[in-house]
């Protein structure tokens, strides 16, 4: 016997008619939608486009609707064809609970009875002696269509994988800013552990100007998309998820890759919640800076109260950052910086004492200020051409750490005679190239350690320090910003307000 499920009536709207009286367009009333009626139309004028050009206007369907498969309800069909809310949700359990009966007995749709010719998770065939019946689903959308004999319905197939696209910054082939441009690309989906997050913003850094370049590919496995951290919300769960997350929190997280779109999927361990007082804006600037200037000072330099920690680009995200991690972890930090502006931004963050590298001698300075014994910790972005005045101002035992490239990689000298002579150490560190578990890890302790002093309500307060905003639109020229070292704290691109 054909399956007939149960669902709850739905108040049905008829939008304006033609001159005939049939409507274009029906859907149930929903009074819970806090979406802006602006968006709601831009997002009804889209399927409806999709609709049209994808399906109709190639002649391979005769009529088609999409249902929204969270809001259970029909948002968007084509001229005529109005679609019961009870048939709308039928379609939807039909998929969920009642797969197995429509394989067997077939559905009904409309008063009419379709035989089921083929069925699977994504899609169904039906027929009937007038014509067939087909029913796609995504996650989000199930696309429902009648068609002739000697029409071609799987071409819904294609137009449905429309509806699961997004925008991303992108750039066809490495080189500089100008290559970067918005493209729609497919949305993705959590796989296990996962978690689907519907990104407000994200952040630039360093890694992301390298990578445009051509010099620092992403992990294996990663996503080629640029962004190594976001803020939004929780839009999606994969299975195996623990239940740490619900759709709707607003989180943070640390990626590999995929942050400057309008979705990234995420580990679960990689996301934190973002405090009640900061904006979506605010928060995209800390995962990647904080977990990095985090990670070189406990994870790898083992900071230590009372120690000097030299800081070199303390006006960047991780600079920043730092700063006011080694005064949390009452040591005292010494910073370095390219102008007057970004020694006075780094004061102002709490470091004790800033030196201009481009007219002044850091070591010499920084020897003069610790009263000769130099620092027991350096932070270093900029490698090769900073070596011999890194060594001349490391104390006995300091610990040089190395997480950029900013001047290169080659050293001329005899720098291994002159550590030794120190007993001083260096380390290397990078953090997007690390396993999954080490991350995870650095994001607990982070979140446990760290995170609720971003609270109003702490002392002392961390805060992220944010120098532009632009919108994704604008990718290009927020890369050329930071290439020409121009920006003081963190450059964060906000994704488009309709996503």
């Given amino acids: ?15 304006p008619t033609n001159q005939k009286g049939r409507a274009w367009v029906s859907e149930p009333i929903r009074s ?58 039928n379609l939807i359990y ?21 035989k089921c010719v083929r069925a699977d998770k994504h899609s169904i065939y039906l027929q009937n002696p007038d014509g067939g019946l087909i029913i796609v689903k995504t996650k989000t959308f199930i696309l429902v269509a009648t068609y002739r004999v000697g029409m071609y319905p799987s071409v819904c197939v294609e137009a449905v994988e429309k509806l699961e696209k997004m925008l991303a910054a992108y750039f066809d082939c490495p080189g500089g800013p100008e290559n970067l441009y918005v493209k729609e690309v497919m949305k993705p989906h959590p796989g296990e552990g996962e978690v689907l997050v519907k990104v407000s913003a994200s952040a630039l ?3 992301d100007l390298l990578q445009r370049r051509g010099k620092y590919p992403p992990p294996k496995g990663a996503s080629d998309i640029l962004g190594l951290e976001a803020a939004g919300s929780v839009a999606g769960l994969g299975p195996g998820c623990k239940g740490q997350w619900k759709i709707g929190d607003a989180v943070m997280a640390l990626l590999s890759g995929g942050g400057q779109a309008e979705y990234v999927t995420v580990p679960e361990g990689y996301l934190m919640p973002i405090p009640s007082d900061m904006t979506f804006i605010q928060a995209a600037a ?4 904080w977990l990095t200037a985090f990670q070189l000072l406990h994870f790898v330099g083992k900071v230590q109260k009372g120690e000097r920690v030299l800081i070199h680009a303390g006006a960047s995200g991780v600079g920043m950052a730092a700063i ?8 005292i930090p010494i910073v370095t910086a390219g102008t007057q502006e970004k020694l006075k931004a780094t004061t102002n963050a709490g470091a004790a004492v800033g030196f201009n590298y481009k007219n002044e001698d850091f070591s010499e300075k920084v020897l003069a200020f610790t009263q000769g014994s130099g620092v027991d910790l350096i932070l270093d972005c900029v490698g090769g051409s900073y070596w011999e005045k890194n060594i ?42 690390r396993d999954k578990e080490y991350k995870e890890r650095l994001v607990k302790a982070f979140t446990e350690d760290v995170l609720p002093y971003f609270s109003g309500r702490t002392s002392p307060r961390l805060q992220p320090l ?8 604008e990718i290009a020229e927020a890369h050329r910003i930071m290439e020409e070292n121009k920006n003081i704290g963190k450059i964060v691109i906000e994704m488009p307000a309709s996503s």
């Fill in 1 to 15: 016997m054909a399956t007939r499920t149960w669902a709850p009536s739905l108040g049905l709207r008829r939008l």
């Fill in 32 to 89: 819970e939608d806090s979406r802006p009626p602006g968006q709601n139309r831009r997002k009804m004028n889209q399927l409806q486009a999709l609709l049209n050009d994808s399906l109709i206007r190639t002649k391979h369907v005769e009529n088609a609707a999409i249902i929204n498969i969270k809001e259970r309800k029909v948002c968007a069909s084509t001229f005529g064809f109005n679609v019961p809310p009870e048939n709308a949700l």
């Fill in 94 to 114: 039909a998929f969920y609970e009642n797969l197995l009966q429509v394989r067997r007995g077939g559905l009904y749709f409309k008063e009419k009875y379709y």
């Fill in 205 to 207: 850094n360093r890694a």
């Fill in 286 to 289: 800390i995962p990647e800076a």
């Fill in 324 to 331: 006011q991690l080694v005064r949390l972890a009452k040591a």
């Fill in 392 to 433: 001349n101002c490391l104390s006995t035992d300091g610990r040089w750490i190395i997480y950029g490239l900013l001047s290169g990689g080659e050293v001329h000298g005899d720098l291994l005679a002159r550590l030794l002579s120190k007993r001083a150490s260096i380390h290397t560190s990078l953090l997007r190239s």
């Fill in 466 to 473: 944010l120098d532009s905003v632009y919108p994704l639109q």
